[in-house]
């Protein structure tokens, strides 16, 4: 390999780096109708995080994932990890709502509903408490290190530490009943592992929403890379008006209430707020970009401007591309809402939603399992009588006792060698060892080897219950 050539003497040496710090982002704060929508949505998912843990259901939390036990308690529900397909459907249902929901309005997720955006929101959100708006947060971290600097970033800083605490404490809650967490706190007896899961859940809120913000959206979250697959030309998107708004003129040269001044101008007056308030910091004018969230608030602060120059809002506004170039009514724009792949991803999330509603509505109460004795196929017991063990875990699904009684079928004879009902407690799984045997009578004519057999579980009650599971019969040589 040759050695890199050395610039001569008057030539121009131009460095290249692969990694470009970005400046911190101070999105400007703005009000208006998305906004409080927005805050809406942040008020309504931190009060389900923060509150279910705190909920109880008889004499247990409402919501509970018991690892240690193997239980997951889902209100009224009793789950068990055979219940697995429930989280897949759940999974499922999930993917699918994002796809129909972005194929229709874009990043409606990102913008208002994503944690990374709910986070970021309060976090900035406390950090206008302290340090001021956007221009006042620019002059204190220019401005040297003074005592109202200091206590108005520390401030900052433990509030931030004392919400991503809060978080790490209310997620560990899931999985540890919360009162009981609380009470080990205060105690100061908390567990190492929940100990570390609060600590990191906590920095990574802290981490996450106080510093890396939209570096996430950018360059972490895979669902801005993969968006476009589901965007078209009638997909709902935040957009700016170029054919209203082009040319752009400064206010110098308009007159109060929109009035032009010398050279036609468009309606955008160039004041830069809409990628001020940008919690990307990108610029809406130059086009769809995959860094925007759909958060809005470029529609906000531009629509207080519109307002203020007496023309009409909409500069920016949610619209789709083809309702861009074609000037398409709201009415026409509704028209194309109903396209093949809306179509596709609504059929598919309401056949998954329908297949999960009956799955739970015909659930039954309890679960079998039953493993074969693999130390022992067959034996020869006492009168020549041929005996399979077999051990059958019952989980019971619901929270009060049940008694279960054990039948087997399918050869001619069969019979327990134990005892027929098994009582098992709420909630509890339980392992019971049953012997199933044949006479010597029934044996003739049966060839050597597996035979099938149903096996029923029968709970008593008001409203009888029967579980089938198929297993066989060892008839030996």
Known sequence: MSAPLAPGPGDATQVIRLYRSEDKIHPRAVDGFYARWRWAFVALTQAVFYGLPWLSWGARPAVLFDL??????????????????????????????????????????CGYACPQTVYTEIFVRVERWFEGDRNARLRLDKAGWSFDKLWRKSGKQLTWIAIGLWTGFTFVGYFTPIRTLAAEVLALGLGPWETFWVLFYGFATYGNAGYMREQVCKYMCPYARFQSAMFDRDTLIVSYDPARGEPRGRNAQRGKKGETRGAAVGDCIDCDLCVHVCPTGIDIRDGLQYECIGCAA??????????????????????????????????????RVLRP???????????????????????????????????????????????????????????????YRLEAEGLPGLRLSQATEVEVGPAEARWVAVGLRMPPEALQGLKAGAHPVRWRIVRDGEVPESVTEKSTFVVPR
């Open 68 to 109: 240690e036990a193997r239980r997951f308690y889902i209100f009224g529900l009793v789950l068990y990890p055979q219940d697995f397909v429930y989280l897949t459907a759940l999974l499922m249902i999930s993917a699918y709502a994002l796809f129909l929901f972005t194929a229709v309005a874009g990043r409606v997720w």
């Open 298 to 335: 470029c529609i906000d602060v531009c629509n207080g401007v519109m307002d203020k120059m007496g023309t009409p809002r909409g500069l920016i506004r949610y619209d789709t591309e083809n309702g861009l170039d074609q000037q398409l009514s709201l009415m026409q724009r509704w028209r």
């Open 341 to 403: 792949r809306v179509l596709i991803y609504g059929g598919v999330l309401l056949l998954i939603c329908m297949a999960l509603v009956w799955s739970l509505a015909s659930r039954h109460s309890y679960r079998v399992d039953i493993v074969r004795d693999r130390a022992a196929l067959a034996r020869l017991v006492e009168d020549g009588w041929v005996e399979n063990v077999y051990r059958l875990q019952i989980m019971n699904a619901t929270e009060s006792p049940q008694r």
